[in-house]
């Protein structure tokens, strides 16, 4: 086992070329320590391992689950949960504001509650909740649908449900139920034609809910989701609006209802310093409204806390530049100041964080399935007189040196566009254009391998060298796994879960099985920069390469899609035991064929009724038998069953 510190000691020896590659090198190179938060680690065999507990009670060797769940079937893509982690994730979160109320005597009561969007999966939801309720762990919804999911859950007495989104009147229905339920259900106002929703609703006589205001600060977020803060935001009440919003409650008897101040300024905070500018500015609202005499009991800080996903610790988007206590502390501290400062009671503390809950507790394994080189792997024959363009190019890859890279690169590629033209007017077979291509990209290695001789490489050098990594197929969908790295290039790390006692001697980026050039991830988690390509190993014969997507349990289950029809993967959950052993729990197939089809209107019973009649006219006709007919039917409809996967 190796330790954080043999990596320190290594890099402490500035870095200095060992023989051996160690396991402390691979941990080093995946930047495993930064980004980890602890829960992994490479065991003496060159596995992954989670520790979900953050120690070394618990270890969930990836690759023996894997093995594992290959006996009954279930083959990657396979999405693996560890349910101990939300739990230690739920812990740290909740004891980091209980050590900050300690530290600042803050006397209210801290209410942490959990976004159902961020992850909506029940198993999610509910191993959150349990790990959650000694805690009040309550949850946060944005619409009629979420509510409902949300109103089945038997939450701690004292826990908030928190109303959030665009409402209509059958939203404030539903949360009338709940709060007839006993349920304390707070309805935030987004918008201010919502109020008018919430009187007709007193009129109706109905079971009034909480109301909380959400407050369009001037603060804004930093980084991906900066949009979602400042004056311009999509919701939250102006200034103006929020008294009118106040005066709209007082006319109607409705003020005591109001509990809640609530702001969101973006998820996937960057700088700390952008929370405590929001923090203080919300805190002097309350201030200010509590003035005015109206109890409001709540501050909500929405969510934000962000993910560490490249150990940068940096403000860069992949990252942070604070921890969870001092976010805490942050929160804490600030709304306590402004309190003391304008002499009104404190609030009690609610947080919606999301991403931080359930980030870690989840990893995509896929299995890579080939890889695709851009220079051609066999090298032609040359002959005495070949055409003009080739012997240019032969000339160029002779004499190519240090020296002269930069001028007979361009030169290539002019003879490249000129091989293509002749090629288009019919005067180059296919034999020459093959060998043209085959002396381009031999001449653009060499390129790349002076360039970087150079004190400063050209961009365009930087470029090709990018376009010269070889691709490792995966066997999976970006679009259903990780939606925001193509969406929002959003980086999540990867590391392969074996064979890393040996060292990576290629570099590749990953390219996904769906037919969209855009199903490929070329960026990957670098700790001081973004890497364009990640170390892998050379794939054996016969033997699979499995790689994991790590940090993913956040937004990613959600937002997937079905492009090319590759849905849902199979998934399994899997808790830690002693010894290093681990119990295999709630073991799903991934969406089928007939399932995604169906999704789409396709009728599995039409469909088979189509080929049907198709195989029927090839029979009258004469172009098929009655037998093989059968056959193909039968075949068709077994295939309804499978995995869109690659098997
Ligand atoms: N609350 C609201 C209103 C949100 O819109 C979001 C997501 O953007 C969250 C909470 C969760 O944010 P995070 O996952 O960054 O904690």
Known sequence: MYSADLVRQWLGKGGAKMEKFTLADAANLYGIDSWGASYFQINDEGRLEVCPRKDQDLRIDLLKVVEELKKSRMQAPILLRFPQVLETQVNT?????????????????????????????????QNLLKAGY???????????AELMGALAFDLPEEALTICNGFKDEAYFEMASLGAKMGKRIITVIEKPFELKQLVDLKEKGRDLPWVGFRVKLRAKGSGLWEKSGGSTSKFGLSTSQLLDGVETLRKNGMLDRLKMFHFHIGSQITEIRRMKEAIKEAARIYAKVRKLGIAVEFVNVG???????????????????????EYANDVVYNIADVCENEHVPEPKVVTESGRAMVAYHSALIVDVRGHIECTADRKPTFLENEPRVIEDLLYIHRNLTVKNYREYYHDAVEARDQLYSLFSLGMLDLEERAKGEWL????????VKYSKSAKFVADEFVDLE??????FICNFSVFQSIPDHWAL???????????????PNRRATLVDITCDSDGEMDKFVDLKDIKYALEV????????????????????????????????????????EEGGKFLIQDARKGETIRHALELFGFEAAKLVRNIET?????ISKGLLKDDQAAQIVEAYKEAFNSYPYLS
């Open 93 to 125: 979160l909740c004891n980091a504001f209980e050590k900050a109320r300690e530290e600042f005597h803050y006397e209210q009561k801290y209410f942490p509650v959990f976004p159902i969007k961020v992850n909506q999966q029940s198993t999610v939801v």
């Open 134 to 144: 000694k805690h009040n762990l309550g949850l946060e919804v944005g619409s009629k």
């Open 303 to 325: 969510g934000g806390l962000g993910i560490d996903y490249d150990g940068s610790k940096t403000s860069s988007d992949a990252s942070v530049n604070y921890t969870i206590q």
């Open 440 to 447: 381009y990209w031999e001449i653009a290695q060499k390129a």
């Open 466 to 471: 990018h376009r010269l990594f070889e691709k």
């Open 489 to 503: 290039d959003q980086l999540f790390p990867v590391v392969p879960i074996h064979r890393l006692e040996e060292k």
């Open 537 to 576: 190993h050379d794939p054996k014969e016969g033997e699979p390469y499995y790689l994991a997507f790590l940090l993913i349990g956040a937004y990613q289950d959600t937002m997937g899609d079905l492009h090319n029809l590759f849905g849902g993967v199979n998934e399994a959950q899997v808790l830690g």
């Open 614 to 618: 198709q195989v029927q006219g090839r």
